[in-house]
C-alpha cells in the first residue's frame, strides 16, 4: 500500500522559506494517473489544498498562493518537494502530503494521505 511521509524544519521564521519533502513508497509518483498533493491546516480552522503534481510533471496551484509556492518532484528519489517563499505567522499549519486521482484534495476522505507536521512561523 502507499505510503507518504512529509519531513522539514518544524520552525521557520517570518520572510524565510518554507521547505518540506513528501517521501513516498509502495508506489511511483510517476504512475498514471494520480496527483500528488500539499494541502495545510492551521490551528482551529479547516483543510487548505494548496496544490499538486501530477504524474506527468505538471504543477497547480491554488491562485491565493501562485506567487510563493512551488511544486516540485525528485523522481530518482519518489520524492516531491514544497517550497513557500516569504512566509508569514499566517503560514503557520499542520502541513499534509496526499494522493489522489482527483487533482484538488480537500478531504480526509479522498485519497492517501501522510500523517502530517507541524510548522510553526515565529521569529
Known amino acids: 500500500q502507499v505510503q507518504l511521509q512529509e519531513s522539514g524544519p518544524g520552525l521557520v521564521k517570518p520572510s524565510q522559506t518554507l521547505s518540506l519533502t513528501c517521501t513516498v513508497s509502495g508506489g511511483s509518483i510517476t504512475t498514471d494517473s494520480y496527483y500528488w498533493s500539499w494541502i495545510r491546516q492551521p490551528p482551529g480552522k479547516g483543510l487548505e489544498w494548496m496544490g499538486a503534481?501530477?504524474?506527468?510533471?505538471?504543477?497547480y496551484y491554488k491562485p491565493s498562493l501562485k506567487s510563493r509556492i512551488s511544486i516540485s518532484r525528485v523522481t530518482s528519489k519518489n520524492q516531491f518537494t514544497l517550497q513557500l517563499t516569504s512566509v508569514t505567522p499566517e503560514d503557520t499549519a499542520v502541513y499534509y502530503c496526499?494522493?489522489?486521482?482527483?487533482?484538488?484534495?480537500?478531504?480526509?476522505?479522498?485519497?492517501?494521505w501522510g500523517q502530517g507536521t507541524q510548522v510553526t512561523v515565529s521569529s
Open positions: 503534481i501530477a504524474y506527468s510533471g505538471n504543477t
Open positions: 496526499a494522493r489522489d486521482r482527483r487533482v484538488i484534495i480537500n478531504s480526509f476522505q479522498d485519497g492517501s
